[in-house]
């Protein structure tokens, strides 16, 4: 081989070379591409991205305020700069709000952290401006940078009597929604037990290690699930008055159990015999046997259809407000068993109280369901209004005829039982249903046990509803008790005071 | 001829007045110093381009313009974390462009050169086992030498012997014999850099030894066995030594261990990741939580600062220059001088794939340093040499 033939051979060689080189740039670009595309974006976000942390504590958080600007939640500036989130609202609105704690933000204040971290100044060019700036610099210079405040739709108060009303132990605690049937803006939201956000980091890790039901970190409110027994039969109701004629006339034989074919047969509570009675008079003594025979008539499909129209199957997401999804199932007529259990809100309907209190609403609205609001308005730095919310129709679930007989039987509920928190109801002119609602509870152990929840869902007054409530007290025990005394103690205070 | 100097000259100038302009601004004072910096490199730079255009004109032209982009992008950076550091690296620019030139000035025909194998060898061998005996410890390598003096990276030289040594001696290749020596150093200086635990060394060597003895021998086969027996001693050294096993396990793993072992990786992740498409801007970053970020971490300082488009871009001129620098192997008339220029430009292409692979955590990291930008001399001065000696070999297509 002479030196031309070596070095031609050189040349494709380094041509091969030369390619491969090519490729390995070509391969950087592309993983470079892949980064910006695809990882770059959860990497910034991680939490041990001390930019992320200094940024924002350039920013002072914005307040969050109660519906009357009673201020629930703020943040200070500490002497080595670093801020304090202070929470007004302590264990009453710890879920619901949230807290905001180093690397982990939740609840609302994490649905408005945006917001929240924003600075809306922007320098006023115009001739006055600057001569304002002109004799004083440091007003624009060195100005605290200060994020949006939000004025919520809760009202403090009425969320601190919700909190007193509940307890911690089984038997007392639980979840409660309360809401403005014409807005539906959410007046009251709350769990318990619950915990002191302002003292979180000291008792998180005893607090991650109470995992009862869920845990106390969740906001069991509006992201529980529960089976809703006896106050899901308004839908029941609902779908009964509208798809079958003549309903309301017909008399039904009441003799204590629902014989079914397949699966367990359904007794009322107690095994109570109410004998011959109409609708009206079934809803009020929660006949399990005319409603499970109802939804039989009716089957699983329409059943849940009308379910649906309040939101039941679907993901529901409102703004800064996420719920878990609730469940009607479509059990098939041969099931027979299983759907008329589900015609009583048991076997495999689930609901979160604020569901329920949704239901309750759109009742109460003559059949308007109105969106579930949070957030009334945001304000700059400054006090002045950036943006307002404004009410907005959801979904309507039933004619204006249909709804407002619903309205009246659940009006009759309350004016016909003897029970004494009914009685003082009645008083308010005040509506709902009760429920009791056989369902499972996780202990701390992780075992579960057996328990009976009591609900109670309503409003008042009845002739021009104001609030609408669902309350769940686990293990809350049979008959109205636990649950409707709380709601209606807090439907008195509200209808008394606001 | 004149023209197309200084239509070369106008955007260099420009890109150094526009970083360092940017620098001095943010700084609460407006910052002189900074501007004087960015004068004396124009002026250096200026030079370099009067001196290899007109009295060197057979030579490549645009290699002088990427010779001076990538060190201006680096003392920028480095002027805006540490500025007393950027002023040790502009004197390592002026000595390393200086060299640069003085090698093209001063070097004889190139082709004189190529009987000197032995002592290449002795070099090689002398500079790569220096720090295995006489070395000190920083970032977990042994790789650098303290003559009380100066301190050095030897295998930064070993590198250039390294190269002169393989040209010289696969340059007539004939038989399987005449590669069982050039073999032996190649595996020898790799030992030596797996044994002072300078991997990313390990790796240059690997890629440049097995690129000229392909280049040289046009057998695939003998690709393959290089291959076959790189691979069979990267599976070795990953049983035997237990920082190789680390390095791969926080590659395929950096999160589980951001707090110890990838503490590097991950905060330089996260530079990359906050910095986006056009990055923070000069000084607006906060590349004080990356380690080593003068030097290796360089590439996430850039890319956090002035963004992914702008690291795109300085690929784009490492391509340019690697293109360049081939095109000068291509025109070589002498086999020596051609696997010369082969073995640098795959040196300092592979020098940045390597390290930008890295720091990205495409490929598991390894220290090495981003060539021109990165703060050191010796990787500076054995960069210049390596192209000075290109641009030398550049010469030949037309003499």
């Known amino acids: 081989m002479n030196e031309m033939e070596r070095k031609k051979a050189l040349n494709r060689n380094i041509k091969v070379i030369s390619a491969v080189i090519l490729a390995l740039f070509m391969g950087i670009m592309g ?3 892949y980064f910006h595309g695809v990882q770059e974006e959860e990497i910034a976000a991680k939490p041990g991205n001390v930019r992320e942390q200094a940024k924002r504590n350039e920013i002072l958080r914005g307040a969050i305020f109660d519906r009357n600007g009673k201020v629930l939640t703020y943040s200070e500036r500490q002497s080595d700069n670093t801020q304090k989130r202070i929470y007004q609202g302590a264990e009453a609105f710890a879920q619901v709000l949230g807290y905001e704690q180093r690397n982990t933000v939740t609840g609302l204040e994490y ?14 060019f115009s001739k006055e401006g600057f001569l ?3 004799k004083d610099p440091s007003s624009v210079l060195n100005r605290t940078k200060e994020g949006n405040s939000v004025v919520t739709t809760l009202d403090q108060e009425l969320q601190w009597r919700a909190y007193d009303l509940l307890g911690d132990e089984l038997g007392e605690k639980g979840a409660i929604v309360a809401m403005n049937p014409k807005t539906g803006e959410i007046l009251a939201m709350v769990n318990r037990p619950s915990y002191d956000p302002n003292g979180l980091k000291e008792n998180y890790a005893s607090l991650n290690e109470k995992q009862y039901d869920d845990g106390v970190f969740l906001n069991t409110a509006a992201r529980g699930s529960y089976a809703p027994g006896s106050t899901y039969k308004i839908i029941t109701l609902l779908a009964a008055l509208e798809k079958l004629d003549g309903i309301e006339e017909r008399t039904f034989k009441d003799n204590g159990k629902l014989d079914v074919n397949v699966g367990k047969d359904l007794p009322n509570v107690n095994g109570t015999i109410h004998g011959n009675i109409k609708l009206k008079e079934a809803f009020a003594v929660s006949s399990n046997v005319v409603f499970g025979t109802l939804a039989i008539e009716l089957g699983g499909e329409s059943l849940a259809e009308v379910a649906e129209r309040f939101g039941f199957n679907k993901e529901q997401s409102f703004p800064f407000l996420n719920m878990s999804t609730s469940k009607a199932p479509k059990y098939p007529k041969n099931e027979d068993g299983a759907l008329a259990a589900s015609g009583v809100g048991q076997t495999g309907v689930s609901a979160s109280p604020l569901q329920m209190a949704m239901v309750a609403s759109a009742i109460a609205n003559d059949g308007n369901l109105m969106t579930p609001m949070m957030v009334n308005s945001v304000l700059k730095y400054d006090g002045t209004q950036k943006e307002k919310f404004e009410p907005k129709l959801y979904n309507t679930v039933a004619d204006t005829e249909t709804a407002q007989t619903v309205k009246t039987y659940m009006k009759n509920n309350v004016d016909t039982s003897r029970n004494e928190t009914m009685k003082a109801l009645a008083k308010l002119r005040g509506a709902g249903k009760t ?3 056989q369902d499972f509870y996780q202990k701390t152990d992780g075992t579960k046990i057996e328990v009976v929840n009591s609900w109670f869902v309503g409003f008042a007054p009845y002739e021009d509803p104001q609030i609408a409530v669902a309350v769940v007290v686990l293990d809350g025990g049979f008959g109205s008790g636990k649950a409707a005394s709380i709601a209606t103690e807090l439907m008195r205070w509200y209808t008394e005071n606001r | 001829m004149r023209d197309s100097k200084i239509r070369m000259l106008m955007p260099i100038f420009l890109l150094t007045f526009g970083l360092f302009f940017n620098i001095a601004i943010f700084q609460p004072v407006f910052d002189i110093g900074a501007m004087v910096m960015a004068g004396v490199m124009c002026v250096l730079i200026a030079y370099a381009h009067f001196v290899i255009n007109k009295f060197f004109g057979n030579g490549d032209k645009f290699l002088v313009t990427f010779v001076s982009v990538l060190p201006v992008i680096g003392i920028a950076v480095l002027y805006r974390l540490n500025p007393s550091i950027a002023i040790k690296q502009v004197l390592w620019f002026i000595i390393g462009i200086s060299t640069y030139i003085s090698l093209v000035i001063v070097l004889p025909d190139l082709k004189r050169f190529m009987k000197f194998r032995y002592l290449y060898l002795v070099g090689t061998v002398v500079f790569m086992a220096m720090a295995t005996f006489i070395g000190e410890t920083r970032y977990g390598a042994k790789n650098w030498v303290d003559l009380g003096f100066i301190s050095f990276q030897p295998s930064e030289f070993g590198k250039i012997f390294f190269v002169f040594y393989l040209a010289s001696s696969l340059k007539d290749f004939k038989t399987l014999k005449s590669l069982i020596e050039p073999g032996i150093i190649v595996l020898v200086s790799i030992g030596f850099m797996v044994l002072q635990r300078d ?14 003895i392909f280049a040289a021998t046009s057998k695939v086969k003998y690709l393959l066995a290089s291959f076959g027996i790189g691979a069979v001693g990267a599976v070795l050294s990953y049983f035997i030594f237990p920082h190789i096993r680390r390095r791969v396990m926080i590659w395929r793993n950096p999160w589980e261990y951001a707090q110890n072992e990838s503490y590097q990786i991950v905060q330089g992740l996260y530079a990359m990741a906050s910095g986006g498409l056009f990055g923070s801007g000069l000084g607006h970053g906060a590349p004080q939580y990356i380690p080593v970020r003068e030097s290796d971490y360089i590439f996430a300082v850039i890319v956090e600062e002035l963004g992914m488009i702008f690291a795109f871009l300085i690929l784009i001129i490492y391509f340019l220059m690697f293109y360049r620098n081939i095109r000068s192997a291509l025109k070589a008339t002498s086999t ?11 040196m300092i292409a592979m020098q940045v794939i390597v390290i930008i692979g890295g720091v990205l955590n495409m490929i598991p990291l390894t220290g090495i340093t981003l060539p021109l930008i990165s703060y050191g ?6 960069v210049f040499f390596s192209l000075g000696i290109i641009q030398k070999i550049s010469e030949e297509a037309t003499s």
């Open chain 1, 132 to 134: 304002e700036m002109l």
């Open chain 2, 377 to 382: 001399g010796t990787s500076m001065l054995t």
């Open chain 1, 111 to 124: 649905a408005l952290d945006d917001i929240l971290t924003k600075d809306e100044f922007v320098f006023d």
């Open chain 1, 435 to 437: 429920g009791t609602a």
């Open chain 2, 336 to 346: 020596f001088t051609s696997l010369l220029a082969v073995g640098f430009s795959v």
């Open chain 1, 31 to 33: 993983y470079m591409l």
């Open chain 2, 199 to 212: 991997l990313g060394s390990a790796m240059i060597f690997a890629f440049i030894g097995i690129a000229m």
